[in-house]
């Protein structure tokens, strides 16, 4: 499985890493058994360019609470792993934004989700203008850009697995 | 996308030979041959002595000069003696005096065919050669051409020859072709890190291997600078990896099809811009050619996908397997921007 790339709003790029990848994909709900997933996204603001590479992701931890159709993640043990990727960094490895799982082949957001979405960006502390939130369905990953500068939504990219798997 | 100019300059830096006013050791040992040299043909009784004019030349005077992988540092010194190439049929005898000057300076000095070579060893590993190519100068030849002695001791005749050859003439050309002293020092840059390539990439035995005056010849006549002037505050940016994906792509492009060996296969074609303006890469045999053409593409190919690359360090990455341990992979962290951290809520999804 490699990486893949899409354009950001800002006509950057931001990539998905193979190892945050592959653990994303780990959580496919493509069984009655698996609950539905999440974590937050870290990475890195590429010198000299707009790019940014998500590198990184957190994944369910101790007092998250996972359904089937539903998944609450608990602040301080996702904190932690922020607070420590970035002082190993110095400073480079920084929060992107977050990723959850739906059972469902084209993942849609709820409107759960872009509550959620829009709270995070006016309530979280990020040196940033954006934040990214990628859903993982069954058959493809979608991921959407929330701006500062742009109250709205976008969806900025849809990828097949089936096409990543070929690459 | 990803921007590896620095890692560009830095594998620059670590791979380039200086020149021989930079260059302490190699400048001592040039200077050695050459009062050996002086001091050598006055021994030799001939009369009169013969006059000469000391010529540098190859990469060293052209700057385009890269440190040998093998440790083994060549260093091209042209001895232009002020003689007619008329009044030594044989052009072996000049050779000869060069030889038996210098013949006992170190355990190996050899007559090849285009040049008198000098062999330094140091603890029975090669270390230095030095390459002396005999001229016959060109006030004194009637018609005012420079001619190169060329033939071994046991040669057929017919390979005993004086070869018209403005090789010294070269460096000039070199030196004036680009105006822009910035255009003119990416123009070495590209040469240095494809003759890097070909050092790590081929064999230096025999022909395997492009020899790098072809590679030198082939950007004189292909490269053209690749960079982006800011207007606002006038400031120039070079890209040598764009420049030399334009380069490679020049040099792939420029493969025709020949009938060789009985045989039409693809071949590359670089002419010596000046006398004896022959094929630089004749000596390369056609299945030679073929690899050389394959791994040309494996390197444009490889550059392509490093400029396609989001991530610098990947893109490093895939430059190091082309261009060997000196290309560096920076850290991930010296990739990115040091940013304030974060404080996150909680959240829920569904």
Request: with cysteine; proline share 4%.
């Amino acid at each position: 499985m490699s990486s893949i790339v899409f354009t950001k709003i800002d006509g950057g790029k931001i990539k998905i890493s193979k190892k945050a990848l592959t653990s994303m994909k780990k959580f496919i709900q493509d069984n009655d058994c698996k609950k539905e997933a999440g974590g937050v996204l870290l990475g890195r603001y590429i010198l000299n360019s707009l790019d940014i590479i998500i590198d990184e992701i957190t994944i369910p931890m101790w007092g998250d609470r996972r359904k089937w159709f539903g998944f609450f993640r608990s602040r301080r043990p996702h904190q932690k792993v922020i607070d420590r990727l970035w002082k190993e960094s110095e400073g480079t490895i920084n929060y992107l934004g977050e990723w959850h799982t739906h059972p469902e082949n084209t993942p849609i957001p709820s409107d759960i989700d872009i509550r959620s979405w829009k709270h995070k960006l006016n309530h979280d502390v990020f040196d940033g203008d954006s934040l990214w939130f990628v859903i993982i369905g069954i058959k493809s990953l979608r991921i959407w850009e929330l701006s500062r500068n742009n109250l709205s939504y976008q969806l900025i990219g849809e990828s097949y697995y089936s096409e990543v798997e070929n690459v | 996308m990803a921007d590896v100019q620095s890692q560009m300059i830095k594998f620059h830096e670590a791979i380039k030979l200086k020149r021989f006013d930079e260059n302490e050791t190699l400048r001592d040992k040039r200077e050695i041959i050459l009062k050996r040299l002086n001091s050598g043909l006055k021994k030799l009784d001939l009369d009169p002595t013969p006059k000469y004019e000391v010529i540098d030349q190859g990469s060293y005077a052209m700057d385009t000069g890269v440190k040998p992988l093998n440790g083994d540092y060549d260093i091209d010194v042209g001895i232009s003696f002020k003689i007619s190439k008329d009044d030594y049929p044989d052009p072996l005898e000049p050779k000869k005096w060069v030889y038996d000057s210098l013949v006992g300076h170190t355990k190996k000095v050899e007559i090849q065919r285009p040049c008198v070579t000098v062999y330094y060893q140091i603890s029975g590993e090669p270390a230095y050669h030095v390459d002396l190519a005999v001229y016959s100068d060109k006030d004194n030849n009637s018609d005012g051409k420079i001619y190169l002695a060329k033939g071994k001791e046991h040669s057929h005749k017919e390979n005993k020859i004086w070869e018209e050859s403005n090789y010294p003439s070269l460096i000039n050309l070199m030196k004036n072709h680009f105006q822009d002293s910035e255009d003119a020092k990416q123009f070495r840059r590209i040469i240095r890190y494809l003759k890097r390539w070909k050092d790590f990439k081929f064999q230096s035995k025999g022909n395997a291997a492009p020899i790098g005056i072809g590679i030198t010849i082939a950007a004189y006549k292909w490269f053209a600078p690749n960079k982006v002037t800011n207007p606002f505050d006038n400031t120039t940016k070079y890209n040598d990896l764009e420049a030399l994906q334009h380069f490679v792509g020049a040099v792939l492009s420029n493969f025709q099809m020949v009938y060789s060996e009985g045989v039409w296969t693809k071949r590359l074609e670089v002419l010596l811009p000046v006398a004896p303006g022959n094929d630089i890469f004749t000596k390369m045999t056609n299945s030679q050619m073929t690899v050389f053409q394959e791994r040309l593409q494996s390197l444009f190919d490889s550059i392509q996908k490093a400029q396609k690359e989001v991530d610098p360090k990947e893109a490093c990455t895939l430059l190091n397997q082309q261009f060997g341990c000196d290309f560096p992979i920076p850290d991930e962290k010296d990739t990115a921007q040091k940013r304030s951290p974060a404080i996150v809520s909680s959240s829920a999804s569904a």
